[in-house]
């Protein structure tokens, strides 16, 4: 684990993968190496852990992997209004010139994706590719409703934890979800809801409840402005939604990748909110070859 200090002095932490070796005890200067750096940023805001080697990628490319502030060694702020989104941009710049990069190309999956958008929206010149993985999609003001979810759900009515999963998910999407709602929905962001699916969903939740409450809060997103950015931005972007996402589903993705003038959108069967999970060699091969 390496770090680095933000703007505001809090210590911000990152994981550096390549291939099969983690290389978190170097000194973090950004150099050499058998494929160029990768940003990461993960959802939640959650520990950066639950990405593990995103299916293989890092055997292509170098990844940075980042823990947001206040998440997994990353110090907690001060001032727990900077965990908002838009104040986060700060802190992505910041890793970018920490590396020595003049140009990041940048991966961010759920709800780290609207922090990518504001950081591309605000530093286009610093981006080189922008791979956006069941991407979150509040930041530029995609809506996604009840209906579109249910109709996505249904598709799965044949599995044998459906049931409790719909009526949670009904429960929800009228208003009335409580925290058992929220955990019984969670077969629907799995392409497969197996063993392994079980344990990286335990292992994968936020634990700082401050962070998530504050990072989409009042500012955070200003969704006419970061649009209007995006639509002249010149990088080439990829969007990738899994068939089954209930969180980011496939039409409010590609919906999001119309915003962009160079954006590719692919969804990848069978998958649901963690692809890599669902078919890691599939998912490293599409994004390394976008990457590349």
Not at 23 to 38: A, C, I, L, N, T
Not at 131 to 159: H, N, T
Not at 226 to 237: E, K, M
């Amino acid at each position: 684990m390496t770090s680095f200090v933000a703007p505001d002095g809090t210590l911000l932490a990152y994981r550096e993968l390549e291939g099969d070796r983690d290389e978190g005890d170097g000194d973090g200067g950004g150099g050499g190496g058998h494929g160029d750096p990768v940003i990461c940023l993960p959802g939640g805001p959650a520990d950066s852990r639950y990405l593990g080697d995103l299916g293989g990628l890092s055997a292509y490319r170098r990844l940075i992997l980042l823990d947001l502030r206040g998440t997994g060694l990353s110090a907690l702020p001060e001032d727990p209004t900077s965990y908002r989104c838009d104040r986060q941009v700060a802190d992505v710049e910041a890793l970018r010139e920490h590396l020595g990069l003049a140009r990041a190309d940048v991966l961010a999956h759920s709800g780290g994706a609207n922090l990518a958008m504001r950081y591309a929206a605000r530093h286009p010149s610093r981006v080189g590719r922008l791979a956006l993985i069941a991407p979150g999609v509040r930041a530029v003001g995609v809506d996604i409703d009840g209906p579109m979810r249910r109709a996505l759900a249904l598709r799965r009515k044949d599995e044998p934890w459906f049931p409790a999963a719909f009526a949670g998910l009904q429960a929800i999407t009228g208003g009335t979800g409580t925290d058992s709602d929220w955990e019984a929905i969670a077969p629907f962001l799995r392409g497969r809801w197996d063993a392994q699916a079980r344990l990286h969903h335990a292992a994968g939740r936020p634990v700082n409840g401050e962070a998530v409450a504050h990072f989409a809060a009042e500012g955070a997103f200003d969704p006419e402005a970061t649009r209007a950015a995006l639509a002249v931005f010149g990088s080439s972007v990829l969007l990738l939604a899994g068939e089954f996402d209930l969180n980011s589903p496939p039409g409010a993705v590609a919906e999001c990748a119309g915003l962009f003038p160079r954006a590719t959108f692919v969804e990848q069967p069978g998958a649901g909110h963690y692809p890599w999970m669902d078919d890691p060699g599939r998912f490293a091969a599409t994004v390394s070859a976008f990457l590349e």
